[in-house]
């Protein structure tokens, strides 16, 4: 069974950038699509961005459309650690952000974007971003 940790939250400012990481532990996450969810005081949890399990040395991503191009997905399998760069971010980004381990591994090129394909979470780490 894996376990998974989330670091690197915590206060900035709008249009600063933050680096998440999600340390796993329990065996190896190279052969597992993963994925990085979001929810805010009130609301529902939400998809933010996903990575494909590890085919050789290449790995596929999805993101959510509001964080295209400001936030990048990737990971580290000799680290056994995934991350998420978030650039340029937000107020209405503030939110306890999660990572996860898709239920099942899929195809290479495969990406989970539903959070019930997903069934091992951390705990997740808090990121806030002043106006």
């Known amino acids: 069974q894996v376990q998974l940790a989330e670091s690197g939250g915590g206060l900035v400012q709008a249009g600063g950038s933050l680096r998440l990481a999600c340390a796993a532990s329990?065996?190896?996450?190279?052969?597992?699509?993963m994925g990085w969810f979001r929810q805010a005081p009130g609301k529902e949890r939400e998809f933010v961005a996903a990575i494909s399990r590890s085919c050789g040395r290449t790995s596929y991503a999805s993101y959510a459309d509001s964080v295209k191009g400001r936030f990048t997905i990737s990971r580290d399998n000799a680290k056994n650690t995934l991350y998420l760069q978030m650039n340029n971010l937000e107020s209405e980004e503030t939110a306890v952000y999660y990572c996860?381990?898709?239920?099942?591994?899929?195809?290479?090129?495969?990406?989970?974007?539903?959070?019930?394909?997903?069934?091992?979470w951390g705990l997740g780490t808090q990121v806030t971003v002043s106006s």
């Open positions: 329990g065996r190896s996450i190279s052969s597992s699509g």
């Open positions: 996860a381990v898709a239920r099942t591994n899929g195809e290479c090129y495969y990406t989970a974007t539903v959070s019930g394909e997903y069934d091992t």
